[in-house]
């Protein structure tokens, strides 16, 4: 692995979980190197940043906020600001924490209070809205230029219930498909489905059960089917109201996912199976002849999430790593296969979105240094091959993390991977943090240029970028 710049000397390391308690624009940011003078458009991202610290709720249930690098014309500048959900704006005014985690009100909340959303997990644009999502509750629609909050979008009051943070856009029609778990309530088996034009109009939202109760982060989207893994990170009211985790890791389930045809019904379900493991994140996935591929960041054992006692999984399996999962629609079998691509630990898997359901020739990932003995964070790129295999990769220097990439084309027409990746670094040394551009299929030689931010942005989820108009 190369990088482009020197480790720096050893130093005591630090953290970039707590959150930032202000809000700020900053309009004209320091530039290390040339910004392409195509990039013209948002760098829009998405994190957890509570806005009071709340007894027993884990960071990553913390309020949402958006971070905005707009770059145009080889100038950069950035905004920042929280989503004003239901329960932001209660909290604001009460000047205090009502809610705990996965939306669990304190003793002292008042009885009326009821929406625990917090919007802080990825933020996309389709059909002229701009999104803030998170898994348990509407999408949330946010001002492009100010971001400022404008309240849930229903789509004209006919989607209801949960919707993910992880919708797919179809680069051919436009369409964005999505989903919901829990569409019958907390904890409950049931699944939704549903269909956006690319007009922005509710086209489709069908429910159905799977095998059991599962926490289900991401799903699996090609041309023509849709693909929904259950994984056994089990959701169970009992386990909630006792007091012990509401959401737990029970391999003894197993590994199911369901295959539908996106023209299809939710009664022709085929579910699939294979041994435990989870996923939070799909890198793509394509159809080839009979076989459905799925690239995914797999992990043996989930992190976070312990055993239905309190025990926690073990941190040598809770590692996620590139593995190639395969499903032979005319083979007569229910079993998936898995196959792990790399030893590499990584995560926030990206391709060039415009190849999403087809077959794609290149992908990136966050990933750790392998030579670092113990998970400090992402601190390097990987960028891999139609097959998995890395073609390149760049890491920081020591005690530096960085973000989701994010992948922007050269312009429309422009070849598959051809363009820039971005990601967001943190700065040990200085407690700031660099939008880092690079060149998507040289990552190797470093960043392009580096977009300097006099504070730092913590460590988040998701990412995504919206050309200018």
Partial sequence: MTSALTRGAAREPRSNLAPIPFECDAPFLKISGELPRELNGTLYRNG???????????????????????????????????????????EHDAGRALFGGFGRKLPDAPVTLTDGGVANTNIIFHAGR??????????????PGTL??????????????????????????????????????????????GTISAAGELTRLTRFEAPYASMV?????????????????????????????????????????????RSGDARDIVWFRAESCYVFHVMNAWEDGGRIIADVMQFDEPPLFPHPDGRPTDPQKSRARLCRWSFDLAG?????????????????PRIDDRRAGLIS????????????????????????????????????????????????????DA????GWLLSVVWRAATNCSDLAIFNATDIGSGPAALVHLGHRVPDGFHGNWVGAA
């Fill in 48 to 90: 957890p940043n509570p806005q009071f610290e709340s007894p027993g709720a884990h960071w990553f249930v913390g309020d949402g906020m958006l971070h905005a690098f707009h770059l145009e014309d080889g100038r950069a500048s950035y905004r920042n600001r929280w989503v004003r959900t239901p329960k932001w704006l209660a």
């Fill in 130 to 143: 701009l999104l803030a999502l998170e898994e348990a509750h509407l999408p949330t629609e946010i001002a």
């Fill in 148 to 193: 400022a909050t404008l309240g849930y979008q229903d789509y004209d009051g006919r989607l209801r219930g949960a919707f993910t943070a992880h919708p797919k856009i179809d680069p051919v029609s436009g369409e964005m498909v999505f989903f919901g778990y829990n569409a019958s309530g907390p904890l409950t088996p049931t699944l939704s489905f």
């Fill in 217 to 261: 982060h991401d799903f699996i989207v090609t041309a023509n089917h849709v693909l929904f893994p259950v994984l056994p990170i089990t959701g169970s009211m009992d386990r909630a109201m006792s007091g012990r985790p509401p959401y737990a890791w029970e391999p003894d389930n197993g590994a199911f996912v369901g295959v539908m045809k």
């Fill in 332 to 348: 007569h079998t229910d079993r998936f296969t898995q196959t792990y691509l790399d030893d590499l630990t990584g995560e926030f």
């Fill in 361 to 412: 020739q290149h992908g990136w990932y966050a990933c750790v240094n392998p030579d670092t003995p113990a998970f400090d964070g992402f601190s390097g790129i990987a960028h891999v091959d139609r097959h998995g295999r890395r073609k390149a990769a760049y890491l920081l220097p020591e005690g530096d993390t960085l973000s989701e990439p994010v992948f922007v084309p050269r312009g429309d």
């Fill in 415 to 418: 070849a598959e991977g051809d």
